[in-house]
Nanobody
Framework: QVQLQESGGGSVQAGGSLSLSCVAS????????MGWFRQVPGKEREGVAS?????????ADFVQGRFTISQNTAKNTLNLNLQMNSLKPEDTAMYYC??????????????????????WGEGTQVTVSS
């Protein structure tokens, strides 16, 4: 069972920056599709940024060049990061890290679709004040 642990959330004023990290452990395969998602109470979870097994990335339209997703691996763990700059109050949400084995045999990639990811962390809260 893959385990995901997020960190780095917090409170920041509008225009500020935060860096989120996620450690994925107990990996069974050499590569995973990874993603960052967010959710506010009463709304559906939405994709923020994702990285496929070939290193290609996708960003939600609302990111508008403000966020950068990256990852690095060490032994049997994978570290996924999300650098968030120029934060806005509307970025306030619980941010989740997600992983999926996403076999290369499946041409339809998970992208930013939450339902396509099998493993989830517990989330880290990001609050942006105006």
């Amino acid at each position: 069972q893959v385990q995901l642990q997020e960190s780095g959330g917090g409170s920041v004023q509008a225009g500020g920056s935060l860096s989120l990290s996620c450690v994925a452990s107990n990996l069974q395969y050499s590569s995973y599709c990874m993603g960052w998602f967010r959710q506010v109470p009463g709304k559906e979870r939405e994709g923020v940024a994702s990285m496929d097994t070939d290193g290609s990335v996708k960003y939600a339209d609302f990111v508008q060049g403000r966020f950068t997703i990256s990852q690095n691996t060490a032994k049997n763990t994978l570290n996924l990061n999300l650098q968030m700059n120029s934060l806005k109050p509307e970025d306030t949400a619980m941010y989740y890290c997600a992983a999926d084995p996403c076999s290369w045999l499946v041409p339809d990639r998970p992208g930013l679709v939450p339902g396509r990811f099998q493993y989830w962390g517990e989330g880290t809260q990001v609050t942006v004040s105006s």
